[in-house]
């Protein structure tokens, strides 16, 4: 996902303090663009071009540069709250609305030009970031509005936000001489770019494995259909509803050991030198800002707290779980043993699915075919749907033909009574270049404005069965559980 920066770090005043300030500057909106909706309006992704991406990107930076200008321009005795904080909070969302609904594009969009501008963009995006959060201007703008008189005074949410701040910027390195700022800049830089190709190669990876009838054996007759080309083979792409059924399900060891080996290295000859590369930048950004390593930096400030706790909770875990472990290892080896009396004793990667699997159904009667009959995805929804609704007093309303960047995609508006307090999209089903896991993606967030409530916006991207002509989309209950817990 998206790395950190300032105005994301920004968040926690958006959700600590939109519910009591209101925002003093007016919602951006740029005619003709498509991005920039109208107040609490949908999305028009449908008409969004490369060319609407560019000029939202570029727009939303000079337009955040020029208000940068205007608060640093404040003098340092007349400062407040609402004029340098909450001010900042809200050229963080103007931007954070904008680059936040991009990287989204970036991730899902199935047209080659505006995903790729999206991506180049998010890049730009992130290290304006990283330039606004080595800013000596903003920091000192925040650094004496946290002396002043005011600031003294301040209690729960604004003093939390205020100290948090500043400790922020002196851990990330204000601490340090302006050169060596500089340089910790261009790191941070390089590691965006990093983050953004990575993802890229993953996402665009294209392999597959065909395979022949007898390859097949033990796959769900359903499984086959989607996948039975028209000389009677079978394509399995690497994508999770491919995978994981045939790594569960396929008898043909030879055939999954290759899969397995096809989707363990997804874009390897491009993201290993990508990973090595990462590596060394966080060494040399942690190194720059006087950490051992970048676990000590990243978890200074998280619950964890530091790398030895880390280390010292998965040891225990280890210790605690691991009589349990042996003997599950020890029944799936007696499996192997039975169904595989050749070979190693021992259990490879690409036999566990289905050794657990066959455990399952003869042990336990427990036979994942049979359970996901019960999983429609219109099913599996409705119930979510239902908790969710009760639990938070509110209802869903689907939008008819709404203007999304996929046909798969559907949105739902949420209201309280019948108050509009939110708008999601569902994005579910796998396809070429799309983001392969499943993440929830923020775009917009609630926020006060003199213009009333800004609702929320979000995406849930997943990539789960798609349903055929004759069959619905039927879940695993393991998918289950991924949809209810993003």
């Not at 939109?18 to 005619?31: D, G, I, M, N």
């Not at 225990?316 to 009396?341: G, T």
């Not at 336990?364 to 609704?389: R, S």
Request: net charge negative; with cysteine.
């Amino acid at each position: 996902m998206r790395s950190s920066w300032i105005f994301v770090a920004f968040a926690t005043l958006l959700a600590a303090c939109s519910a009591h300030q209101e925002s003093p500057r007016p919602y951006l909106v740029v005619a003709g663009n498509p991005l920039f909706n109208e107040f609490n309006k949908p999305i028009d992704f449908k008409s969004v071009t490369a060319d609407h991406i560019r000029q939202a990107a570029d727009t939303v930076i000079s337009y955040a540069r020029a208000e940068l200008q205007r608060l640093y321009a404040i003098d340092d005795d007349d400062r407040t709250f609402d004029n340098t904080m909450l001010y900042l909070d809200d050229i963080g969302n103007d931007v954070d609305r904008i680059a936040s609904t991009i990287y989204l594009l970036g991730s899902t969009h199935p047209d080659s030009l505006v995903r790729t501008t999206a991506q180049q963009k998010s890049t730009e995006l992130e290290k304006f970031g990283n330039e606004i959060s080595l800013s000596d201007d903003l920091y000192n703008a925040v650094k004496a509005y946290s002396q002043s008189a005011e600031a003294r005074t301040l209690t729960g949410y604004k003093e939390r936000y205020l100290r948090e701040r500043v400790e922020d910027f002196e851990r990330n390195g204000f601490a340090l001489p302006k050169e060596l700022r500089d340089s910790l800049r261009s790191i941070m830089d390089d590691i965006s770019e990093i983050g953004t190709e990575f993802n890229r190669n993953i996402a665009a990876y294209q392999d597959e494995l065909i395979l022949r009838e007898a390859d097949m054996e033990g796959l769900p007759e359903d499984y086959k259909q989607a996948r039975r080309q028209p000389d009677g083979t079978y394509r399995i792409d690497l994508s999770y509803p491919s995978y994981l059924p045939f790594m569960k399900y396929s008898k043909s060891d030879r055939a999954r050991k290759a899969l397995y080996i096809k989707y363990y290295n997804r874009a390897a000859d491009t993201n290993i030198d990508l990973l090595r590369r990462l590596l060394q930048k966080r060494q040399q950004f942690a190194r720059l800002l006087g950490y051992k390593t970048y676990a000590e930096w990243r978890l200074e400030d998280r619950m964890a707290l530091t790398p030895e706790n880390v280390w010292e909770f998965e040891e225990n875990l280890i210790k605690s779980v691991r009589p349990k472990a042996e003997a599950d290892y020890q029944e799936l080896l007696a499996v192997r043993r039975a169904r595989m009396p050749k070979g190693p004793d021992k259990i490879n990667h690409w036999e566990s699915a289905y050794l657990e699997n066959i455990l399952l159904e003869e042990k336990y009667q427990v036979d994942d075919n049979v359970i996901k009959e019960y999983f429609p995805l219109d099913n599996v929804l409705a119930g979510l749907f239902q908790i969710t609704q009760s639990l938070f007093n509110v209802r869903y309303v689907e939008i008819e033909n709404p203007s999304v960047w996929h046909p798969d995609v559907r949105a739902f508006e949420v209201f309280d009574g019948d108050k509009l307090v939110g708008r999601f999209y569902l994005d579910l089903f796998p396809r070429p270049n799309k983001y392969t896991h499943a993440a929830c993606f923020g775009m917009i967030m609630g926020k006060n404005t003199p213009q009333g409530y800004q609702i929320p916006n979000a995406t849930l991207v997943c990539n789960f069965p798609a349903p055929m002509a004759d069959r619905p989309s039927l879940m695993p209950h393991s998918q289950v559980e991924t949809s209810f817990q993003k």
